[in-house]
C-alpha cells in the first residue's frame, strides 16, 4: 500500500468517537479498567469502559512429527468451568513475543521446540479491551519436565492432532485462542505450510 493510500484509508476511518474525560477505575498487576464519558459517532452523550491488558496473549500449538500434539486442562475461574485448550499464557510487551511463547510452552508441558511459526495475530474483544494475541506453532519437540507457575494446576494430554481438531469442530472445545489456532493449522495443513 503506498502513501496516499495509506494516508486516503487512515482518513476515511478516522476515529468518530470523543473522549471527554478518561478515568482509571480500577487496576492490578494483569488489567485496568477505565471510564471513559465520551460523545459516540453521532454526537450524543455516553460512557465506553475499556478493559486494558498489561500483557500479550500468547498460544503455542505444538506439532510432532506424527501430528501429535499436548493440550493443558485447567480449571478456569472467569467462566466456571474446566477447560482444555493449547498451552497459553501472558507475555510481556517489553518482551519479544516468541521468547514469552517458548517460556510458556516450556512451564505448562516441559516441551522445547527448534522450529516455530507464527501463524496468527488477533485482538480477542475489541468491543471492550485491547487484548492482543499472538498463536505459535511449534515443531521438531524436546521433552523434558513441567514447571508450572504456583497459581497454575494443570494436566497435561497428548492426543493426535485429528482428535483435537474434532473437540473444536464438535464444540467441545471453546476456548478462542485454541478454536483459531487449531482451524488456522488445519488450513496451514492442507495448504502444505506444516
Request: glycine share 6%.
Amino acid at each position: 500500500m503506498d502513501n496516499s493510500t495509506s494516508e486516503k484509508h487512515s482518513q476515511e476511518h478516522k476515529n468518530p468517537w470523543t473522549t471527554l474525560k478518561s478515568e482509571k477505575i480500577y487496576d492490578s498487576p494483569w488489567v485496568s479498567l477505565t471510564k471513559h464519558d465520551v460523545l459516540n459517532p453521532n454526537g450524543n452523550p455516553g460512557t465506553y469502559s475499556v478493559v486494558h491488558f498489561k500483557n500479550l496473549a500468547i498460544g503455542i500449538l505444538p506439532l510432532d512429527k506424527n501430528y501429535n500434539t499436548w493440550i493443558v486442562g485447567q480449571y478456569r475461574y472467569p467462566i466456571n468451568q474446566y477447560t482444555w485448550e493449547i498451552p497459553e499464557g501472558g507475555g510481556r510487551h517489553d518482551v519479544q513475543p516468541l521468547i514469552s511463547a517458548k517460556r510458556e510452552l516450556l512451564e505448562e508441558t516441559g516441551i522445547t521446540a527448534n522450529k516455530w511459526t507464527k501463524i496468527q495475530e488477533m485482538h480477542l474483544s475489541n468491543s471492550a479491551s485491547d487484548e492482543f494475541c499472538i498463536l505459535y506453532v511449534a515443531q521438531d519437540l524436546s521433552f523434558g519436565e513441567s514447571e508450572p507457575e504456583d497459581d497454575e494446576q494443570l494436566e497435561v494430554r497428548k492426543i493426535h492432532f485429528n482428535d483435537l481438531y474434532k473437540m473444536v469442530e464438535s464444540g467441545e472445545i471453546t476456548d478462542s485462542l485454541t478454536v483459531t489456532i487449531v482451524l488456522k493449522a488445519k488450513l496451514f495443513m492442507l495448504e502444505g505450510k506444516i
